[in-house]
C-alpha cells in the first residue's frame, strides 16, 4: 500500500442541528495500533462509520487504503473489516458456523479451513460447535475479530473492543490485538479508557468537541502536563474546598468524588515543601498525599478542562 493507510483531513459531520465532526485531522501509518480517544458521545462511532463506508461525510476527506471513502467506496471495502460496538455474532449458530458463513460471504477459498485455523488461533476450538448463546463476553468478542479477520484485510476497525468485558477477557483482547499489529495488520480502534489506549496504542488522538485536541504516543501526551504533580486527599467536602481555595494553581484538577486536589510543582523541594506550608497555615491537614508521575488521566482531564474553558 503506498502512502499512509489511513489520512483524514477536515473531516465534518452533523446530524441535523447536532454538529458532532467540526473539522477532524490525523493519519495512521501502515501496520500500526491508533486508537481513538473520547468518551460517551463524542463521535469515535461516527468517524468509524464514516471511514468504513457507512455513513457519509458532510466536508473534509478520509484515504483509506489509498482510496478517498466518497469516490471509491468499493474498493476501500476491499481492504477493510469492521468489528461494531456490539458484537455481531449470530447467537443461533456454533462458532464454526459463524466463521464459515463470513468465509463464504467474502469468497475465501476455503471457508472451512479458514474457520479451522482461525478457531485455533483464537482458542475457540473447544468451544467450535458450541452455540454462540452459550458464550462468555470475551468469548463472543475473540469471535468477533476473529471474524473480522477473514479474507485477511489490510487494515481493521474496532469499534469499543473491550466494552463490557472483564478484565481478564479485556487482556485476553488486548493480547489479540497486538498479535494483529505485530503480523501487520493496521488496527484503528476506539476507546473510552485512557488504559486501553496507553497499553496499545503506537498513536494515540484524543477526540472532543468534534475535533482532535491532542494526538501522539502515549509519551509525548504525557509530556502535556507538567512533571512534579502531588496528589492530597482530604477527610470531607469541606476541607477539600478550603483546600482548592489555598492550592489552587495553574493545574490543579479537583475530584470531589474522591476528595482529591492534584497540583503541579516545578518538582523541587522548595516548591513542594511550599504547598505543605500553605495547607499548615490553613490549618489543613490532609488524610494522605503523594507525588506521582503524570498519567494519561491527567492528560485527558487537563485537555478536555482547558478545551472546554476556551469553547
Ligand atoms: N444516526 C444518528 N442520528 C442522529 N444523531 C446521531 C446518530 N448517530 C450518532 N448521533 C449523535 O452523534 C453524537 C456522536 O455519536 P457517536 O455514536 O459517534 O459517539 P461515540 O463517541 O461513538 O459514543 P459512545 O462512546 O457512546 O459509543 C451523539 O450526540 C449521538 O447522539
Ligand atoms: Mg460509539
Avoid: C
Avoid at 464514516?50 to 484515504?63: E, Q
Amino acid at each position: 500500500m503506498i502512502g499512509p493507510a489511513i489520512s483524514v483531513s477536515q473531516l465534518k459531520k452533523a446530524y441535523k442541528k447536532n454538529t458532532v465532526l467540526t473539522g477532524v485531522d490525523f493519519t495512521v501509518e501502515n501496520g500500526t495500533i491508533f486508537a481513538l480517544l473520547g468518551s460517551n458521545g463524542a463521535g469515535k462511532t461516527t468517524i468509524i462509520n464514516i471511514l468504513t463506508t457507512l455513513i457519509k461525510a458532510d466536508g473534509g476527506n478520509a484515504i483509506v487504503g489509498s482510496f478517498d471513502v466518497d469516490k471509491y467506496p468499493n474498493k476501500v471495502r476491499e481492504h477493510i473489516s469492521l468489528t461494531g460496538q456490539f458484537a455481531a455474532v449470530d447467537d443461533i449458530l456454533t462458532a464454526r458456523e459463524n466463521l464459515e458463513l463470513i468465509g463464504d460471504l467474502r469468497h475465501v477459498d476455503d471457508s472451512q479451513q479458514t474457520a479451522v485455523d482461525l478457531l485455533m488461533k483464537f482458542n475457540l476450538t473447544d468451544a467450535a460447535d458450541r452455540r454462540i448463546a452459550t458464550f462468555s463476553g470475551g468469548m463472543r468478542r475473540r469471535l468477533d475479530i476473529a471474524m473480522s479477520l477473514i479474507g485477511s484485510p489490510a487494515i481493521i476497525f474496532l469499534d469499543e473492543p473491550t466494552n463490557g468485558l472483564d478484565p481478564q477477557a479485556r487482556n485476553e483482547t488486548w493480547q489479540t490485538i497486538r498479535t494483529l499489529a505485530k503480523n501487520g495488520t493496521t488496527v484503528f480502534l476506539t476507546t473510552q479508557y485512557l488504559e486501553e489506549a496507553d497499553e496499545l496504542a503506537d498513536i494515540i488522538a484524543v477526540l472532543h468537541h468534534g475535533r482532535i485536541i491532542a494526538q501522539g504516543t502515549a509519551s509525548e501526551l504525557k509530556k502535556l502536563v507538567p512533571s512534579g504533580l502531588v496528589r492530597f486527599t482530604f477527610g470531607d467536602e469541606q476541607k477539600l474546598v478550603t483546600a482548592i481555595g489555598v492550592l489552587e494553581n495553574d493545574y490543579a484538577i479537583t475530584d470531589r468524588d474522591d476528595l482529591t486536589i492534584t497540583v503541579a510543582t516545578g518538582g523541587s523541594v522548595t516548591q513542594i515543601a511550599e504547598l505543605f506550608i500553605s495547607l499548615r497555615d490553613a490549618k489543613l491537614e490532609p488524610t494522605d498525599f503523594f507525588q506521582q508521575s503524570p498519567t494519561l488521566d491527567d492528560v485527558f482531564f487537563k485537555l478536555t478542562s482547558t478545551a472546554t474553558e476556551e469553547k
